[in-house]
């Protein structure tokens, strides 16, 4: 069986899928893990191969847009995400093709998380099985466990489940425009926040 993992992202990104690619290549699954274009000796020296997704991620970062996203957010999670945003819209854009391209003969996608719409459209595309990856807990429920930033630690609490929805909301916000514009390409209705809620929800995961 052959597995696709997407880690598009910055090296904090990438390296936790490394040693789970060597689990699964030692548990018999062929894998090929897909990054960025500055990744590519590094995930060789490591005996995959790898697959360009087209973006130069350091390149990115330093682009105007990647430099207003990293320097300019912290104060603000407005700004972070609006920031967020317009770097996603800046590089994501053809991002969806590439992914369509090299998942032509694969047998599963595992994408992690800003690669996630695209990945659950090229899985509708295709007909691919989909698997979404996080290293950190994002699930909307009362447990404090599941939330990445949990409003009372260690505590279970009924608004958390809110609070979850709400992040899962921005995360959608941020990449819906490309993703929407590469659905829209191919035939697919516009993916709208109750689309990305049930494909999150009930997609199989992996933690990290």
Known sequence: MKLLLLAFGSRGDVQPLLPLSDGLREAGYEVLLAAGTDFKSWIESRGFPHIDIGIDI???????????????????????AQNMKRFFDE???????????????VDVIISNLPTFGMAHTVAILLGKKHIRIMLAPMTPTTH?????????????????????????????????????????????????????????????????
């Open 91 to 105: 590089y994501t854009m053809d991002m969806g093709d590439e992914i369509l391209r090299i998942s032509q003969d």
């Open 58 to 80: 350091q390149a990115a970062v330093n682009s105007n847009s990647g430099k207003e996203w990293v320097e300019n957010s912290s104060s603000s999670p407005m700004q972070e």
């Open 144 to 208: 404090a466990d599941a939330m990445l930033e949990p409003m009372l630690p260690r505590r279970d609490f009924f608004l958390h489940r809110y609070y979850g929805y709400i992040g899962l909301y921005f995360m959608h916000w941020i990449g819906k425009d490309s993703t929407n514009a590469f659905r829209q390409k191919h035939g697919l209705r516009p993916w709208r926040f109750g689309d990305f809620a049930r494909a999150w929800n009930q997609m199989p995961v992996l933690y990290g």
